[in-house]
């Protein structure tokens, strides 16, 4: 499955920072990231050209940091899809942990990014590709 | 188990025969304190003129305490009992509050000292065979020097390292097969934070002891050090008033320090009152130096908490044991009325395995009320990635801080290494409040 690096960050100033600076030292490319700000601290979460790697360079620079298993949806930017998407797994009842998306191509392609509970995960693939999408394999996530 | 004694007569005697020579060493050093400025002044307080007028230890008891800001009025010579030609060692400090405090040692003394020090190591078990590297700081702060001369006159094999360049330090370990090490319990936690970035795995080293000191630690540290690091830890005790390092030291048997009894006196105080407490109580430290002529010490006021163990030690030795310092009596916070030690909140945290080992305690005004805020970093390898699990944690220690110290803390979660770490004495507690 694809993986996503999730990083534990204070909310201070200079912190996305030094973790930008890892990733560039490490000849890491950024997909795209989110944060999830907590109060205190939030939560950074990347897709990156090489997870792995990504992961032992910031671990090694004493990062709190994780690799999670997400479902990577390619999907066509159009009016309706993402209704279409979410109605497919509401009515299957699985439940979404966190989702991002992003536009590739204007009017042409998107990629939403799913979290999904571990028990559920097997069933959301099958009820996304019902629905008449593809879902991303690890290296074309990676090399978009 | 296998007890080793470097001096079995002495700490093997029986309490009869320790008071006896307990008497005979305090005439003396009432006699030697005659001869400063300082004491013949406290002495006259207590109508003591001469060494004669000690008959009987209770009469310790006529002399007034000595106390940290006695040292600081009288420095630099109002304690100094011997010609400067009979001193070959000066250790000061400078304190926080600038005014320093100075101890002159005359060749016996360093002797004396050095001497206990070599009976504190070898109770551990080690030998001429071990490998010593010294963490502490050398210069005026005794840990460095005194703790140097005990083990070489063990006959190990001394590394004078100093304080900090961690990487240096777990470097050294590995290239001379380091099997024992004097160092602060946070210092040590920190260092195995360090093993990964210095390319050292703990395998490549041959580490088995270490004896922690200089800074208060509750015993879930001990156990954390002891299980992250696979060695034996061994509690220390000891200031410079008193000369430094190894007034007690804990034995194979680990279960508190032997506070040597031939060479200091020691009494546990009810701070407030300054009457004796009872057997096993807990109050403040006070301590007489036995064994020091050119800075004589009498009845000196430690303001550490403490008490001391009315049991026998499985291991024959005689002389009584302290307990760990369960804090100072300057460092309890009263937060809204109620009283708060430090090491009780390390309790609390050291016992989670999520938590790193760096924590701060901050305390501010909210309005009318004390606010408690305890920062503590996560552990980088038990992280998940969830922001449940985050939060889950955060409520766990509340909880456990809640049932512990009664007040109702904030729980903030930190980076690994992120917060203030000075690479010695570990400053934990930052007061907000404004001063009355
Ligand atoms: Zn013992």
């Known amino acids: 499955m694809a993986k996503q690096l999730t990083i534990f960050v204070e909310n201070r100033p200079g912190r996305l920072s030094s973790i930008a600076k890892s990733l560039r030292e490490n000849n890491i490319d950024i997909r795209a ?28 620079l004493g990062c709190a940091c994780a690799l999670k298993d997400i479902i990577a949806i390619s999907i066509p930017d159009k009016v309706g899809n993402f209704e279409l998407l ?19 191509q204007t009017n042409l392609k998107g990629v939403c990014c799913l979290e999904i509970e571990e028990a559920q995960s097997a069933a959301a693939q099958k009820v996304i590709q019902a629905a008449g999408f593809t879902i991303l394999k690890d290296d074309e996530l990676y090399n978009l | 188990m296998d007890v080793p004694f470097w001096n079995k007569e002495i700490e093997t005697a029986d309490r009869s025969r320790l008071e006896a020579i307990q008497l005979e060493r305090l005439r003396e050093t009432v006699g030697w304190a005659l001869k400063t400025p300082f004491y013949q002044k406290q ?65 016996e003394d360093i002797d004396n000292w050095t001497d206990m020090l070599a009976r504190c190591l ?32 063990v006959g190990m094999a001394v590394i004078p390292m100093g304080g900090g360049n961690t990487k240096r330090q777990i470097k050294t370990m590995k290239d001379f097969g380091t099997t024992a090490i004097h160092v602060t319990p946070s210092y040590l936690l920190h260092i195995h934070t360090k093993l990964e970035e210095a390319e050292v795995k703990r395998e490549d080293l041959v580490l088995k002891k270490a004896f922690t000191g200089a800074e208060p630690h509750s015993e879930d540290i001990r156990k954390k050090i002891e299980r992250i690091w696979n060695i034996d830890a061994y509690n220390s005790y000891g200031l410079s008033e008193l000369n430094g ?50 800075t004589p010490m009498l009845r000196y006021r430690t303001r550490d908490l403490a008490y001391l163990h009315t049991d026998p030690c499985p291991c024959g ?55 408690l805020t305890v920062k503590v970093e996560i552990y980088p390898k038990l992280f998940l990635g969830d922001p449940s699990q985050l939060e889950a944690l955060k409520g766990r220690i509340t909880e456990e801080l809640r049932s512990a110290i009664i007040l109702h803390p904030t729980v903030e979660l930190h980076e690994p290494n992120s917060l203030p770490v000075s690479e010695g004495k570990a400053k934990r507690v930052i007061d907000l409040r404004p001063k009355e």
């Open chain 2, 245 to 294: 390092p190894g007034v007690a030291f804990e034995c194979v048997y680990k279960n508190d320090m032997h506070l040597w009894e031939d060479g200091y006196i020691v009494e546990i105080i009810d701070p407030d009152t300054g009457e004796p407490v009872r057997d096993g109580d807990s109050g403040e430290v006070v301590l007489t130096n036995l064994i020091r002529r050119a």
């Open chain 2, 317 to 371: 030795r005689t002389h009584r044991r302290l307990s760990r310092i369960m804090g100072r009596t300057d460092d309890m916070l009263i937060i809204n009325g109620i009283n708060l030690f430090p090491s009780q909140i390390e309790e609390v945290v050291m016992r989670i395995p999520e938590v790193a080992t760096n924590y701060i305690i901050q305390v501010e005004k909210r309005g009318d009320l004390d606010h």
């Open chain 2, 122 to 153: 070898f109770s551990t078990g080690v030998t001429s065979r071990d490998v010593f590297q010294n963490m502490m700081t050398y210069g005026m702060f005794t840990g460095g020097l005194g703790m140097h001369y005990g083990a070489e006159r």
């Open chain 1, 33 to 60: 990231f989110t944060i999830q700000d907590r109060g205190d601290y939030g939560l950074v979460k990347f897709i990156v050209s090489n997870p792995s790697q990504a992961y032992l360079a910031l671990a090694n």
């Open chain 2, 43 to 107: 002495l006259r307080q207590a109508k003591i003129s001469s060494a004669d007028d000690i008959r009987s230890l209770a009469d310790l008891r006529k002399i007034p305490f000595t106390t940290k800001d006695d040292l600081r009025l009288n420095f630099p010579r109002g304690l100094l009992a011997v010609d400067m030609k009979d001193v070959v060692r000066i250790h000061s400090s400078s304190g926080t509050t600038g005014i320093p405090t100075v101890i002159y040692y005359s060749k």
């Open chain 1, 86 to 104: 979410t109605s497919a797994l509401a009515q299957n009842n699985i439940n979404v942990k966190d989702a991002y998306g992003f536009v590739l």
